[in-house]
């Protein structure tokens, strides 16, 4: 199966639709257990990739994995193994890697002397992000796909985590730009919401077909988010997900790549390379933008 997917990854990279700005597509690292979460720090050409792999959901002591990579060799070092659903990843503005364990409902981190817990007692968290003030942002899915229901977009400060939405059916991921502004989707409602730095809350996308991973680059200009409405289909065969790339200024959305068949994450450097794990073909794909000749 991985095999398989790995050929369509490649075939679609020739036939994907042209867009404003043109990317070059390559697989960085294959040979990944269901990769789930990433994020991406340090400058071209000495990158690290972070990400989680999650092929034994919700079993404590199975093969899951936080893991970085170190993109110049792609030697891929362990973090912490064992968690029962470590879902998403991001990096603080200090440095250090935080994640999401969906069903043990904690928050954890790696510092120089080790992983530790950061939040315990959550109900279910996926989504995390950091702004520039080293808030962290989780969103919490108890009751997924329930409108009304326990679900939540929090923040948390240091001292106290502060309710910023509930009630909506499934704030699936999140990511906070330098500026305070926060954007997550939701994907059983196919859209994404925005929380400006003053707090208002207001929809910022809409009619979207299962918007699952999101990431804001370092301007704050350009939103990346994935479309995972045929998760495991490739677009060779008849899937329709999608890498998208949206400009909150300007309103222009345009494809980074179509037809992967499960970009369940992404992540932005500072270079505005796109990175997305592809969980169902067990890879990490690059896009870097093509330089436009005048």
């Known amino acids: 199966m991985k095999m398989r997917a790995l050929i369509s990854i490649t075939a679609i990279a020739l036939i994907a639709p042209a867009v404003a700005t043109e990317y070059r597509i390559r697989v960085v690292k294959d040979g990944l257990a269901s990769p789930t979460g990433i994020a991406v720090s340090g400058a071209h050409p000495f990158k690290t990739i972070w990400f989680t792999q999650v092929p034994t959901p ?14 110049p060799t792609r030697h891929v070092v362990n973090i912490h193994s064992g968690e029962p659903d470590p ?11 935080y994640w999401t364990c969906r069903s043990a409902g904690v928050i954890l981190r790696q510092t120089a002397t ?20 080293h808030n962290l942002y989780f969103t919490q899915v108890p009751t997924p796909g329930v409108a009304g229901g326990k679900n939540t977009v929090n923040l948390y400060d240091g001292s106290m985590i502060h309710i910023l939405t509930m009630g909506e059916p499934e704030p699936t ?9 926060a954007y997550w989707t939701c994907k059983s409602a196919g859209v994404i919401l925005k929380r400006d730095s003053n707090g208002n809350v207001s929809l910022l996308l809409h009619g979207l077909n299962k918007p699952v991973g999101i990431a804001v680059d370092r301007t704050g200009d350009n939103l990346y988010f994935t479309e995972v409405p045929t998760p495991g289909i490739p677009g060779s065969m008849g ?15 345009e494809i980074v790549h179509f037809g992967d068949p499960e970009p369940t994450d992404v992540a932005v450097s500072d270079d505005g390379f ?8 067990g890879v990490i794909i690059e896009a870097r933008p093509i330089p436009r000749r005048h």
């Not at 093969?63 to 990579?69: C, E, H, L, P």
């Not at 530790?116 to 950091?130: A, H, K, M, N, Y």
């Open 58 to 71: 919700g079993v404590p002591g199975g093969g899951n994995s936080v893991d970085k990579m170190f993109l």
């Open 274 to 281: 796109v990175y997305w794990t592809c969980t169902i073909a």
């Open 173 to 181: 991921d999140i990511a906070a730009d330098r500026y305070g502004n």
């Open 114 to 133: 080790g992983v530790e817990p950061i939040l315990t007692g959550l109900q279910r968290p996926i989504g995390i992000s950091f702004d520039a003030h």
């Open 239 to 253: 899937g329709g997900n999608f890498v998208w790339k949206y400009n909150v200024n300007t309103g222009q959305r």
């Open 87 to 97: 879902v998403n990843i991001a990096i603080s503005p200090s440095g250090f890697p």
